[in-house]
């Protein structure tokens, strides 16, 4: 079963590449590929409220350093694989998530 997985992914991304291909050549289908670039400043609050708030200790959890691995993880694996976009997109995910640990680490 897990020797599969890989194979039946890449079958359905093919077929969804496929499916999407002629949306994603479009200039609204590059703005909308776009978007990613968006995605950590939408952590931007939580980065705010790790430095700022008197209480962080909802914070204070095992989330923040495993997230950086996980996405370290998934960096190395774009700079090998990916488009600039996520490239650049996991670099500031790396960031964003150590931002939040250092500010339970810090405060």
Same mark, same amino acid.
């Given at each position: 079963?897990?020797?599969?997985?890989?194979?039946?992914?890449?079958?359905?991304?093919?077929?969804?590449?496929?499916? @999407?291909? +002629? &949306?994603?050549?479009?200039?609204?289908?590059?703005?909308? #590929? !776009? =978007?990613?670039?968006? %995605?950590?400043?939408?952590?931007?609050?939580?980065?705010?409220?790790?430095?700022?708030?008197?209480?962080?200790?909802?914070?204070?959890?095992? @989330?923040? +350093? &495993?997230?950086?691995?996980?996405?370290?993880?998934?960096? #190395? !694996? =774009?700079?090998?694989? %990916?488009?600039?976009?996520?490239?650049?997109?996991?670099?500031?995910?790396?960031?964003?998530?150590?931002?939040?640990?250092?500010?339970?680490?810090?405060?």
């Amino acid at each position: 079963m897990l020797v599969q997985l890989p194979k039946m992914i890449d079958a359905i991304s093919a077929s969804v590449a496929r499916i @999407t291909k +002629p &949306f994603v050549e479009t200039r609204i289908g590059k703005i909308f #590929l !776009s =978007v990613i670039l968006l %995605g950590p400043l939408t952590f931007l609050p939580t980065i705010y409220e790790a430095w700022t708030a008197p209480n962080i200790d909802a914070l204070r959890t095992f @989330t923040w +350093p &495993f997230m950086i691995v996980v996405n370290v993880a998934v960096l #190395l !694996s =774009v700079v090998h694989n %990916g488009d600039w976009r996520m490239r650049l997109v996991m670099f500031v995910w790396v960031l964003t998530m150590a931002a939040v640990w250092v500010a339970t680490l810090v405060r």
